[in-house]
């Protein structure tokens, strides 16, 4: 300890001590030191102790303003301030209204905390996580904890990593049956294409490998040209979906970039590991498994040895043994990208931060060169700090915001971000959507927010036309497997900038289809598909479906002679004073007897006798036929009778009767069996009817054939 005064004696090599010299100078000490630190913490340079000594404190002063203090006795008063500060009440020593651990127990009743989760670790100068590192030129991955310590809560207990621990022997990546082919013409190698499989879109794949084949329903890891990613396999679909693209950093710490993709690209697959730290027994180290942690209330159902499972009910992770799943001391830290000899990738999963949605920055056109937020006192949270601008407006100007190697070209989408540390940025990098764990759009590489985004003309000037803005308002719920939180989407029309959501931004549907509610109750949209052509989108029994135009879908005289187009009625679909026509179903008679080919019903409206033409006509010119086989009886005969009202009209129209005593077939066209007759107004039932009568011969395996034939019943 120093103190602000001088001895009084110093004593030389075998000088006498004497009682005199030393009273002199504790005396010194005392009295300079104060006495009221030393001798009695109540009093004042020795005088009798007092409660308004005892409340004596003294201001510290602030950063950049401090009051030094001289004596002891300033020290004790200026530590008795701060702790009146903290307090929150006048003097030091009053009891607090609520304790520090009251306060803890308090906070961890209002937000969930889990109890194995990463504090704190290596990170790169923009402060990524960088604290797992991949070997690239070896089947081994490295937890770097010596420059910087590792530091996370396993089961609730802190654990402190302080020297790297490598874990080797991973599992390298299949060689066999191991790729596919992109299977999408669209893709040309175009700026989009960079993020094709994210956000809601996917990449569509074939030639696809029994390796990859087997992933059906799991996420894997895939490299495509120089760019490692993870995406969820869908097999039925032929695709690859839930993509995270550049999916991490390579062992020189830089990030493995986003590639650009064209149809027929080739997808190679790789082996994806799933790294934790541990400490077992008291003993740090890292482990890594294959399968995807499953993070529930019920562990699998089928597990394999070594996978983990976070048991949400008790709040830890176990292992399975074979036997059971055992807890573990374990906590989730990232996952590895291998391919079939080097661990190439690694990713360092997030802090665990009070990441929050807030963000209330709308970002608008300013100049060619500037946009800005278009209000004052615009708020933000990025990677778990709140940066309020109050009356400020945030402008991102291209010549002085770009981020490191950003070049300003023609044609291009560029992005706006504010940074963990509150500064502005613009990046030709889209982000990536961390709604499920950082609540917001987020840069693939840095924890950096994005707030909008601008394109450039071809004079690469920002265009007002090509601004746009990202606005959260979500809910929140716990994301254990990510170390971080969940939402719930819920963006009120208010933040959805007019035309904002074009046809790109919505969600892929099946071919030859419409979005629709198809019931009559409200109800979410479903996909409505077209089954084969011809069929048109019409209600029918109080649902939407696509259907064949019947009867029912016309009203009556809804065909008006107006609708029709000069020329297209022909002479079967003449429009006489009053017709009607019926297809007859293609069929046989065979042996004598009667068969009816077809009855329609009709009335006739106008005053007096009506002449009405009852024919029998080629539906398909040309192949319209009946035919009539005698089978050798030259005596059998075949008739086609027209019956009004159940009288026969001509008992033998057009009859056909064999002769010669072969056999022969006699052809008629449709046409040949037509009838004239007066008919009175009103309801009236015309037939028609085929028949085989035997002659002396008999009329066995005697046949009538009629195909492609129509009835027709027609004023004139």
Same mark, same amino acid.
């Given at each position: 300890?120093?103190?602000?005064?001088?001895?009084?004696?110093?004593?030389? @090599?075998?000088?006498?001590?004497?009682?005199?010299?030393?009273?002199?100078?504790? =005396?010194?000490?005392?009295?300079?030191? @104060?006495?009221?630190?030393?001798?009695?913490? $109540?009093? %004042?340079?020795?005088?009798?102790?007092?409660?308004?000594?005892?409340?004596?404190?003294?201001?510290?002063?602030?950063?950049?303003?401090?009051?030094?203090?001289?004596?002891?006795?300033?020290?004790?008063?200026?530590?008795?301030?701060?702790?009146?500060?903290?307090?929150?009440?006048?003097?030091?020593?009053?009891?607090?209204?609520?304790?520090?651990? !009251?306060?803890? =127990?308090?906070?961890?009743s209002l937000f969930t905390v889990p109890t194995s989760r990463i504090v704190s670790g290596r990170v790169d100068g923009n402060g990524e996580p960088m604290f797992l590192t991949p070997a690239g030129v070896a089947d081994s991955i490295t937890l770097k904890a010596t420059a910087t310590d590792f530091i996370a809560y396993i089961n609730g207990v802190e654990r402190i990593y302080t020297a790297d621990i490598t874990l080797s022997g991973i599992t390298l990546a299949t060689a066999i049956a191991n790729t596919a082919l992109?299977?999408?013409? !669209?893709?040309?190698?175009?700026?989009?294409?960079?993020?094709?499989?994210?956000?809601?879109?996917?990449?569509?794949?074939?030639?696809?490998?029994?390796?990859?084949?087997?992933?059906?329903?799991?996420?894997?890891?895939? /490299?495509?040209? %120089?760019?490692?990613?993870?995406?969820?396999?869908?097999?039925?679909?032929?695709?690859?979906? =839930?993509?995270?693209?550049?999916?991490?950093?390579?062992?020189?710490?830089?990030?493995?970039?986003?590639?650009?993709?064209?149809?027929?690209?080739?997808?190679?697959?790789m082996n994806l590991a799933w790294v934790f730290a541990t400490y077992n027994g008291g003993i740090p180290g890292i482990d890594a498994i294959y399968n995807k942690p499953s993070v529930a209330v019920v562990q699998p159902a089928t597990p394999s040895i070594g996978d983990y499972w976070y048991d949400i009910v008790n709040q830890t992770w176990k292992k399975y043994n074979g036997v059971t799943f055992a807890g573990v001391e374990a906590v989730m830290i990232g996952y590895a990208i291998v391919d079939t000899a080097n661990v190439k990738i690694a990713r360092s999963f997030d802090f665990f931060k009070p990441y929050n949605q807030l963000n209330t920055i709308e970002v608008e056109f300013l100049s060619t060169t500037q946009v800005r !937020?278009?209000?004052?006192?615009?708020?933000?949270?990025?990677?778990?700090?709140?940066?309020?601008?109050?009356?400020?407006?945030?402008?991102? $100007?291209?010549?002085?915001?770009?981020?490191?190697?950003?070049?300003?070209?023609?044609?291009?989408?560029?992005?706006?971000?504010? %940074?963990?540390?509150?500064?502005?940025?613009?990046?030709? +990098? #889209?982000?990536?959507?961390?709604?499920?764990?950082?609540?917001?759009?987020?840069?693939?590489?840095?924890?950096?927010?994005?707030? @909008?985004?601008?394109?450039?003309?071809?004079?690469?000037?920002?265009?007002?036309?090509?601004?746009?803005?990202?606005?959260?308002?979500?809910?929140?719920?716990?994301?254990?497997l990510f170390q971080g939180t969940n939402i719930s989407n819920s963006i009120p029309g208010s933040a959805l900038k007019d035309l904002g959501v074009t046809n790109a931004k919505l969600n892929t549907m099946p071919a030859v289809s419409v979005k629709a509610n198809a019931t009559v109750a409200t109800a979410s949209p479903t996909d409505l598909s077209a089954a084969a052509d011809g069929l048109v989108l019409k209600r029918q029994a109080g649902v939407l479906l696509f259907d064949s135009i019947g009867s029912d879908s016309i009203n009556? #005289?809804? +065909?008006?002679?107006?609708?029709?187009?000069?020329?297209?009625?022909?002479?079967?679909?003449?429009?006489?004073? $009053?017709? +009607? #026509?019926?297809?007859?179903?293609?069929? =046989?008679?065979?042996?004598?007897?009667?068969?009816?080919?077809?009855?329609?019903?009709?009335?006739?409206?106008?005053?007096?006798?009506?002449?009405?033409?009852?024919?029998?006509?080629?539906?398909?010119?040309?192949?319209?036929?009946?035919?009539?086989?005698?089978?050798?009886?030259?005596?059998?005969?075949? #008739?086609?009778?027209? +019956?009004?009202?159940?009288?026969?009209? /001509?008992?033998?129209?057009?009859?056909?009767?064999?002769?010669?005593?072969?056999?022969?077939d006699q052809y008629l066209p449709p046409s040949a069996f037509r009838h004239l007759v007066a008919v009175s107004p009103g309801a009236h039932t015309f037939t028609a009817i085929a028949s085989i009568v035997a002659g002396g011969g008999g009329a066995a395996g005697a046949q009538i054939v009629w195909q492609n034939v129509l009835f027709l019943i027609r004023e004139t």
């Open positions: 300890m120093a103190f602000n005064f001088s001895r009084i004696k110093n004593w030389l @090599g075998y000088e006498n001590i004497t009682s005199q010299d030393l009273n002199i100078e504790f =005396n010194n000490i005392v009295q300079k030191a @104060g006495a009221d630190t030393l001798s009695s913490s $109540n009093s %004042t340079n020795g005088t009798a102790p007092t409660v308004a000594a005892m409340q004596t404190q003294l201001s510290p002063g602030g950063l950049g303003t401090e009051v030094l203090a001289l004596t002891t006795q300033q020290d004790i008063q200026q530590l008795r301030y701060q702790l009146a500060a903290i307090t929150g009440n006048p003097f030091w020593y009053e009891s607090p209204a609520s304790t520090i651990l !009251a306060i803890n =127990n308090e906070l961890l992109v299977n999408d013409a !669209a893709l040309v190698g175009q700026e989009s294409s960079a993020s094709q499989g994210e956000y809601g879109t996917f990449l569509n794949i074939d030639t696809i490998g029994a390796s990859i084949t087997v992933l059906d329903g799991r996420y894997a890891a895939f /490299l495509i040209g %120089t760019e490692y990613f993870i995406a969820e396999v869908d097999i039925a679909n032929n695709r690859l979906k =839930n993509a995270i693209r550049g999916a991490g950093f390579n062992q020189t710490d830089t990030w493995n970039a986003r590639a650009v993709i064209s149809n027929n690209d080739t997808i190679t697959l !937020a278009n209000r004052m006192g615009a708020e933000i949270s990025v990677y778990g700090i709140t940066y309020p601008f109050q009356t400020t407006q945030p402008i991102w $100007n291209v010549t002085t915001t770009l981020d490191s190697g950003v070049v300003l070209t023609a044609n291009f989408t560029y992005y706006c971000y504010v %940074t963990n540390t509150g500064d502005l940025k613009t990046s030709d +990098i #889209s982000p990536r959507e961390r709604k499920f764990d950082l609540l917001g759009q987020y840069h693939p590489a840095k924890p950096w927010r994005c707030v @909008g985004s601008f394109a450039t003309d071809a004079g690469s000037l920002i265009t007002s036309s090509g601004v746009s803005f990202s606005l959260y308002h979500q809910s929140v719920l716990p994301d254990l009556n #005289s809804a +065909i008006t002679t107006a609708a029709i187009a000069d020329g297209a009625v022909t002479e079967i679909k003449l429009a006489a004073t $009053n017709y +009607i #026509s019926q297809n007859i179903i293609d069929n =046989n008679l065979t042996g004598a007897g009667t068969f009816t080919l077809s009855t329609i019903p009709l009335t006739i409206e106008n005053t007096g006798n009506r002449f009405v033409e009852i024919t029998l006509l080629p539906r398909v010119p040309g192949i319209s036929f009946i035919d009539f086989f005698s089978n050798g009886h030259n005596t059998a005969k075949m #008739s086609i009778q027209f +019956i009004l009202d159940g009288s026969t009209l /001509l008992a033998d129209q057009q009859s056909i009767v064999a002769s010669g005593g072969t056999a022969f």
